[in-house]
C-alpha cells in the first residue's frame, strides 16, 4: 500500500501566510503539520511508500523539506504542475496525476496534509484492508452548520456507503467525513471514469460520491479527534490544543 499525501492547494484562506509557503509545512508543537502525519504513517507495516503530491510554486519548499527528512519508507515528490488558485488542478485530478505518473498500483491510503489527528490511521489500514473494499472515514457532527460545509453520508447496518453529498444544503444525516481514504486497487480505474463523466474534481470526497453508487464502499468510524486546519484562526487555535495534546 502506497500513501497518497494531498498537498497541492494554495490554501488562500490563510493569505498571507501561506501567499508563497505551503499550508503543510507550518509548524504546530515545533514539527510541520506533514510530519506529524507522515510519522504516523510511516510506522504502518502496510505502507511501503509515500507519495506527496504539491504545485510548482510550493515545490521548492518540499524539496528541502524531503532532503532533511528522515523516514523508514521512500518519498516520492511530485509537481502537478499549477502555479496559481485558479489554475489548480483539484484533488481528485492530483490523486489520478499521482497515479499515472508514479504507475500506481496497489491499494492508496489517500490523505489530505492539512490535518492533524489524535489517533494512528493504523485501525482504518487494517479495516480496509479486513473489507476488501475502498473505505473512508465518519465522524459524527451535531452542528449542521458544518455539515453544509462537508462531505455527508448516509449508512446501513453495516457500515456500506448508500450515499455521499458534498456539502449538502440538508444533510441527511450526522456523518461527516474527513479527507482521508483507503482506495481498493480495482477501484483506481474508475477515477478516469469519474473525470470523464463530470464528476466534480475539487473535493477529494466527490470521487467516493461517484463511486459508492458503482462498487461497495464502507465507512470507518473514527477513532479520536482531528483537527483541521482551514484558516489563520483555526491555525492558532490547533497550535494552542494540539500542542496541549502533545
Not at 82 to 106: P, Y
Not at 189 to 208: C, K, Q, V, W, Y
Request: glycine share 6%; charged share 30%.
Amino acid at each position: 500500500m502506497t500513501s497518497l499525501i494531498l498537498a497541492a492547494g494554495y490554501a488562500t484562506r490563510m493569505y498571507p501566510l501561506t501567499r508563497n509557503f505551503p499550508k503543510p509545512l507550518l509548524e504546530v508543537g515545533g514539527k510541520t503539520v506533514l510530519d506529524h502525519l507522515l510519522k504516523d504513517i510511516d510506522s504502518i507495516t502496510a505502507i511501503t511508500r509515500h507519495v506527496v503530491v504539491s504545485n510548482s510554486r510550493y515545490l521548492p519548499h518540499f524539496q528541502q523539506w524531503k532532503a532533511e527528512s528522515e523516514y523508514e519508507k521512500e518519498i516520492i515528490l511530485l509537481d502537478d504542475g499549477s502555479t496559481e488558485n485558479e489554475n489548480r488542478l483539484g484533488a481528485v485530478r492530483d490523486i489520478l496525476f499521482a497515479i499515472e505518473e508514479v504507475g500506481l498500483d496497489e491499494e492508496l491510503l489517500v490523505v489530505a496534509a492539512d490535518n492533524l489527528l489524535s489517533f494512528s490511521f493504523s485501525g482504518f489500514v487494517d479495516y480496509a484492508l479486513d473489507k476488501h473494499a475502498t473505505c473512508i472515514m465518519r465522524h459524527h457532527e451535531p452542528s449542521t452548520e458544518r455539515l453544509r460545509r462537508t462531505g455527508v453520508i448516509t449508512i446501513d447496518e453495516d457500515d456500506r456507503v448508500l450515499l455521499m453529498e458534498e456539502k449538502p444544503a440538508q444533510p441527511k444525516s450526522s456523518w461527516a467525513v474527513p479527507p482521508f481514504y483507503v482506495y481498493k486497487r480495482e477501484d483506481l480505474p474508475l477515477i478516469r471514469e469519474a473525470i470523464e463523466e463530470g464528476a466534480n474534481t475539487d473535493a477529494p470526497g466527490s470521487f467516493i460520491t461517484y463511486l459508492a453508487r458503482k462498487r461497495p464502499v464502507y465507512a470507518y468510524l473514527m477513532e479520536g479527534k482531528r483537527w483541521d486546519i482551514g484558516n489563520l484562526e483555526s491555525y492558532e487555535q490547533v497550535k494552542r490544543e494540539f500542542g496541549r495534546k502533545e
